[in-house]
């Protein structure tokens, strides 16, 4: 190789160089790039990956990278349950839960095109179902208040109880205090800031919800912290004693009322269904009582029909409702084996009180829906 020298400089010398500039920087861009592509476009802030869940709603906070996704998409299960443009530092939102595992999926886009992508799986726990009762190996409970969260202080400028969160209800005022119609909407409220989705859809209110005196359950002096007061039912009981007085004095008590545990069947918070249970009636009970579906155990005793209708009917004796289990048998406490209502005796007697009028004509076979 024949290497040119002019003014005591090599020009081979000067090429490498050029070369190993351009090669530097090259090295550079891409290594440029990809440190870019490899930082994270969502940050997941609350809740952690496998955590344990009471209730039907899970709160979440996620950070978006400024200007890196137009779009954040959530899935439940691979069902699509919330679009969300990002405009804000933080984003928080709720999701419905189904009892047992969820699957949670938050997908950033920009342009349609999936840019990242986390994930995180929830267990519901349910005393309901006796297989989700105990969660699965790994997954535990995240108490949110037990630790500080700095980053919630942008928006949620304090995380302690205001005077607003103090009132707690009186049950001998609380009804000549509030409107049936118009729920409150304490502006001040530490609770309602972050909690708010609890109750914002639900047509079934329980009563210090409605006015959001969450301290009128939650204990902030507790451990956990926020943890109710007294075990249900000696909470449930400190408002609901005329029920209270009448179920004492009963000779059969159903397992939920007698094991104490109120939140089997009721949602301390909101309901889709009257008396804030957690399914509709009909549903509740069929979760225990599966065989009682059909109806063939009203009739199984008087008559050859297979079925007699436990729902979708109007009941007889009760203007405007569904008929339902409730229409014969109390949920809670009776002076009879069968929870039977109405003061009966026997089944036949039961069977009166709604054929009176049309004991000599036949039943008809009936489809239950």
Same mark, same amino acid.
């Given at each position: 190789?024949?290497?040119?020298?002019?003014?005591?400089?090599?020009?081979?010398?000067?090429?490498?160089?050029?070369?190993?500039?351009?090669?530097?920087?090259?090295?550079?861009?891409?290594?440029?790039?990809?440190?870019?592509?490899?930082?994270?476009?969502?940050?997941? #802030?609350?809740?952690?990956?496998?955590?344990?869940?009471?209730?039907?709603?899970?709160?979440?906070?996620?950070?978006?990278?400024?200007?890196?996704?137009?779009?954040?998409?959530?899935?439940?299960?691979?069902?699509?349950?919330?679009?969300?443009?990002?405009?804000?530092?933080?984003?928080?939102?709720?999701?419905?839960?189904?009892?047992?595992?969820?699957?949670? #999926?938050?997908?950033?886009?920009?342009?349609?095109?999936?840019?990242?992508?986390?994930?995180?799986?929830?267990?519901?726990?349910?005393?309901?179902?006796?297989?989700?009762?105990?969660?699965?190996?790994?997954? &535990?409970?995240?108490?949110?208040?037990?630790?500080?969260?700095?980053?919630?202080?942008?928006?949620? +400028?304090?995380?302690? *109880?205001?005077?607003?969160?103090?009132?707690?209800?009186?049950?001998?005022?609380?009804?000549?205090?509030?409107?049936?119609?118009?729920?409150?909407?304490?502006?001040?409220?530490?609770?309602?800031?972050?909690?708010?989705?609890?109750?914002?859809? &639900?047509?079934?209110? +329980?009563?210090?919800?409605?006015?959001?005196?969450?301290?009128?359950?939650?204990?902030? &002096?507790?451990? *956990?912290?926020?943890?109710?007061?007294? *075990?249900?039912?000696?909470?449930?009981?400190?408002? +609901?004693?005329? &029920?209270?007085?009448?179920?004492?004095?009963?000779?059969?008590?159903?397992?939920?009322?007698?094991?104490?545990?109120?939140?089997?069947?009721?949602?301390? +918070?909101?309901?889709?269904?009257?008396?804030?249970?957690?399914?509709?009636?009909?549903?509740?009970?069929?979760?225990?009582?599966?065989?009682?579906?059909?109806?063939?155990?009203?009739?199984?005793?008087?008559?050859?029909?297979?079925?007699?209708?436990?729902?979708?009917?109007?009941?007889?004796?009760?203007?405007?409702?569904?008929?339902?289990?409730?229409?014969?048998?109390?949920?809670?406490?009776?002076?009879?084996?069968?929870?039977?209502?109405?003061?009966?005796?026997?089944?036949?007697?039961?069977?009166?009180?709604?054929?009176?009028?049309?004991?000599?004509?036949?039943?008809?076979?009936?489809?239950?829906?």
């Amino acid at each position: 190789m024949i290497s040119f020298v002019r003014g005591g400089v090599s020009f081979l010398n000067i090429s490498m160089r050029v070369r190993f500039i351009c090669y530097a920087f090259i090295f550079f861009l891409i290594f440029s790039l990809t440190a870019e592509g490899s930082q994270s476009i969502i940050t997941l #802030n609350y809740s952690p990956d496998m955590t344990v869940m009471e209730f039907d709603l899970l709160g979440i906070s996620i950070s978006v990278r400024q200007g890196s996704a137009d779009l954040i998409e959530i899935r439940v299960n691979n069902r699509k349950k919330l679009n969300i443009i990002p405009r804000r530092k933080f984003e928080c939102f709720s999701v419905p839960l189904e009892v047992g595992r969820n699957q949670i #999926n938050i997908t950033a886009k920009k342009e349609d095109r999936i840019v990242d992508e986390v994930a995180l799986d929830v267990f519901r726990r349910s005393d309901l179902v006796s297989k989700y009762e105990k969660p699965p190996a790994g997954f &535990q409970k995240d108490y949110f208040h037990m630790k500080d969260r700095p980053q919630c202080a942008a928006c949620h +400028h304090v995380l302690e *109880p205001t005077e607003a969160d103090k009132n707690t209800i009186d049950i001998e005022t609380f009804a000549a205090e509030i409107s049936e119609y118009k729920a409150v909407v304490p502006s001040e409220s530490t609770c309602y800031s972050c909690h708010r989705g609890m109750i914002a859809y &639900q047509p079934f209110i +329980h009563g210090p919800n409605f006015v959001w005196s969450c301290l009128s359950c939650h204990d902030p &002096q507790a451990e *956990p912290k926020y943890f109710i007061k007294y *075990p249900d039912p000696e909470l449930c009981y400190k408002c +609901h004693v005329e &029920q209270k007085q009448k179920r004492s004095t009963k000779k059969y008590f159903h397992a939920p009322f007698a094991t104490n545990r109120c939140g089997i069947c009721h949602n301390p +918070h909101a309901s889709e269904s009257p008396y804030s249970l957690v399914e509709p009636t009909w549903l509740l009970c069929l979760t225990c009582h599966t065989e009682k579906g059909s109806g063939r155990h009203i009739v199984a005793r008087y008559v050859s029909s297979n079925r007699h209708p436990t729902h979708g009917v109007p009941d007889p004796l009760r203007k405007g409702r569904e008929l339902t289990c409730a229409s014969c048998h109390n949920p809670h406490a009776s002076d009879s084996p069968k929870f039977t209502t109405l003061g009966v005796e026997s089944g036949f007697d039961m069977c009166m009180k709604c054929h009176i009028k049309v004991e000599r004509q036949p039943l008809v076979p009936y489809q239950v829906p």
